[in-house]
């Protein structure tokens, strides 16, 4: 009887390098993704550090690209703001400065065009008439899409929001 969870397949060094460039070059990983995979092939110790070695040293194991590309998607696409974003990276054992720089090279302009356009469109379905609790939706609402307070703030202001 077989059970819901797949088993896991264990390769040789080659045939493990050869899985982690397509699963590297199919999208961009982290170097925490790629070695649970490779965990998962039956790689351990040396022959695992040596695969990380080659696909770093190839360019398909790319910490920074990885960041800029999850920061970028999730700021774009999801509409995440640099706090939810920070934390997806830090799961994802990206370190501190490969991190910093990734959230900050989303545009400001841009983010702060996203903080409006959320909150106006929040406002347009919220039907609570108090205009505290209002303004309290709508905070709770930004702040959990990982937009910073201040900044918040600044924009509800500045679009006559609050």
Same mark, same amino acid.
């Given at each position: 009887?077989?059970?819901?969870?797949?088993?896991?397949?264990?390769?040789?060094?080659?045939?493990?390098?050869?899985?982690?460039?397509?699963?590297?070059?199919?999208?961009?990983?982290?170097?925490?993704?790629?070695?649970?995979?490779?965990?998962?092939?039956?790689?351990?110790?040396?022959?695992?550090?040596?695969?990380?070695?080659?696909?770093?040293?190839?360019?398909?194991?790319?910490?920074?690209?990885?960041?800029?590309?999850?920061?970028?998607?999730?700021?774009?696409?999801?509409?995440?703001?640099?706090?939810?974003?920070?934390?997806?990276?830090?799961?994802?054992?990206?370190?501190?400065?490969?991190?910093?720089?990734?959230?900050?090279?989303?545009?400001?302009?841009?983010?702060?065009?996203?903080?409006?356009? $959320?909150?106006?469109?929040?406002?347009?379905?919220?039907?609570?008439?108090?205009?505290?609790?209002?303004?309290?939706?709508?905070?709770?609402? $930004?702040?959990?899409?990982?937009?910073?307070?201040?900044?918040?703030?600044?924009? $509800?202001?500045?679009?006559?929001?609050?």
């Amino acid at each position: 009887m077989k059970s819901g969870k797949q088993e896991a397949v264990l390769l040789d060094k080659k045939q493990a390098l050869v899985k982690a460039e397509h699963f590297c070059a199919y999208q961009e990983r982290s170097q925490k993704e790629v070695r649970y995979k490779l965990v998962e092939w039956g790689m351990r110790g040396d022959e695992l550090e040596e695969i990380i070695s080659e696909l770093i040293l190839n360019n398909f194991l790319n910490e920074e690209r990885f960041a800029k590309s999850y920061a970028s998607g999730k700021f774009n696409i999801k509409h995440w703001g640099r706090a939810k974003i920070k934390q997806g990276l830090k799961l994802k054992g990206v370190p501190d400065k490969i991190l910093q720089k990734a959230i900050y090279s989303i545009d400001d302009d841009d983010y702060l065009q996203t903080i409006e356009k $959320l909150a106006i469109k929040k406002v347009q379905s919220l039907s609570e008439n108090d205009p505290f609790k209002r303004k309290n939706k709508l905070m709770s609402y $930004l702040q959990a899409k990982g937009f910073e307070t201040d900044l918040i703030l600044l924009v $509800l202001k500045a679009s006559n929001l609050n």
